[in-house]
Structure formats: C-alpha cells, structure tokens
C-alpha cells in the first residue's frame, strides 16, 4: 500500500520520531511510504524523503490543494496524520478521493483529531478521550487500535546489573517544569541530608535548566548532580553505561519515551504516578512508583533501590521482557501493519 505519513505544527520531541518509525515500520512490511510537512518542522528534516508544503493553520485551502496534488501524483491510498492539523489538512485535500485518514494521537489533546476515518492510539488513555470527545459530538464509531510507540532495542543484548555505589541515577529530559527533574533534585538532596550518598547524570535542555542548576546549589548537592546538555546516540550509549536507573517524574505526558528506553536498556525505572506511566509500569513489576511530586517516597525508591539485593536486576529483567514483547520494533510494526490493511480492506 502506498502510505504517507504527515505532521503540522511544532513537532520537536517525541511526535517527529514516532512519525519516522511508523513510516520505518510499515517499509519494514513491505508499503511504500513518503513524509510531508511543513515549513515549522524544516530544522528536523534529516532525510531526504521528507517534502515540504507549506500550511498557515487548520483551513488554508491552498496547503490543501498543494497536498492533493501531492497525494494524486503519488497515488497516496492512505493518509497517517500524526497531529490535529495535519488531520484537517488531509481531510480537505483528500474530499471525494476516498482515501482513509488515520489520526495517531500523541498527546491527550485529540479535540482535532476527530474528523479522522479512524484512529491508532499510543496508549488506553488516549483511547479514552477520544471516545469521550465522540461521544460528546453524538459520533459513530470508528476503526481504531491501541498500538504503542515503538523502540528500537540494542544490537547486544543489555547487561542487567545490580547497581553501583553510590547509585547513579540518569534521567534524558527536555528541561521544563512538568518532567518534574526538580523532584529528582529534592529527592536526591533529602538523601543526602540522611546520610546516604545518591548521585545523578541529567541529560536534555531546555528553559528551566538554570533555574534547576541553581536548585542543586541550594540543596547543596551540585557536586552529585551532573547536567549534560542535549546528547547524541554515542554519547547516549555513554550514559547509559554510567548509570544505574532511570528516573521519570513526571508530571503531565502521554507516553514518557524514556521509559521504554529505559527497558529496552536494562534499567530499572523510577517513575511517577502520573496516568502515562501507569500505563505502561507495575510497582514491584518493572518499576517503583511514587506519587506525583513526592520527592520523599522517591528518595526511599532510591535507597530500596540500593539496598534490597536483586531488586534492580527483578525490575530490569522484566522491563526487557516487556520491551522485546510489547515495544520492538517488529512487535509493533506488526500492530501496524495489521491495522492498516484491515482498514483498507473494509473500506
């Protein structure tokens, strides 16, 4: 099947690379794909298979037309529209072409994304705002599938260890105040307050970095806290080998992406409470859980983290299992193939 896959508006972070997995994903079974999106995302384009059509907002009918003539030249038969713009853009440029758009939701704001002929959703709680929306608008029901975002898992198989002393923990973040790194701060000072030694490798940018910084000097532990910048896949390597766990304490996401990192890794997690990572982590299973903005019951992870034997190793080894089975790559370019040609075939 010929596929093209497409995003507007900013797509820094997570949404860009989803977008270039699910068209590497359905390559890998054998569709034809192309990327399409506009000027806002041009600092991404790293391959040269992705085209630029300019768009000024949800109805600028000239974007659509430009994108309809796209579609007919390449005789596009599906459309994966990875945000609510890039949904009513294909709707307008595809009308009378009975072409499928299929809107992959990677945020709980899916309000745009309704106008979609069906929906892959990275996770149940996604799938269950977009229901409440259809059913708020009276909406039949559509063809969807719960599919997650997909990893890429290591060449070699991860070493799975108990951890160091003192532990290092590691956290690979943009820099702003809902990834919730100031937790991890306070956690990390509280410890050392009682006297046990915890250190911290912060990995990622972004506007809060001074003020997080200048937090580290005020708990006083600057000297056991790193903050690397942005890092690229060799020095991604590095720090994974540097470090222990993974913390994600967040506050507000979809599907924190350094979780399943973090499993396909071997590397017990450290997470929050927040709906996004219960979704995909177990307390005792795959990861220690502490409520939102808890920085005491985070710091007490830490240290149980160290000091119960084998816990680490339990944690990671599972969240591997987890990994190969429900988030490698050919686990989920299976889902998607699937789906795809089940939604093309009922039509």
Known sequence: MKILNTVYGDATGGRWQAMLNTHEALSAKGHEGWLVTGLENQHLIKQSLVSIIRNSGFYDPISAWVLRKFIKKHAIEMVIAHSGRAVYL???ATLGLNIPIIAMNHSHNVKRSLRADGFIHITPEVQRRVHEQLAKRSCPAKPEKIISNLIHLPIQAPRISEPRTPIMI????????????DTLLEAIGWLKNQGFEAKAI?????????ALEQLA???GISEQVSFLGWIDTQQKQDFYQAIDAIAVPTRNDTQPLAILDAFAQGKPVLCSDHVSCLQMCEHGENALIHPVNDSHTFAKHIQQLQQQQGLARQLATQGL???QNQYSFEAVAGQLDAFVTSMRQNQ
């Not at 590691?170 to 790194?181: A, E, F, H, Q, S």
């Not at 912060?202 to 001074?210: L, N, V």
């Open 170 to 181: 590691g956290m690979i973040t943009r820099l702003v105040d809902y990834k919730g790194v």
């Open 217 to 219: 000097k005020t708990l």
């Open 321 to 323: 299992l987890d990994a």
């Open 90 to 92: 294909a709707k307008n």
């Open 202 to 210: 912060i990995a990622g940018d972004g506007e809060y970095r001074q």
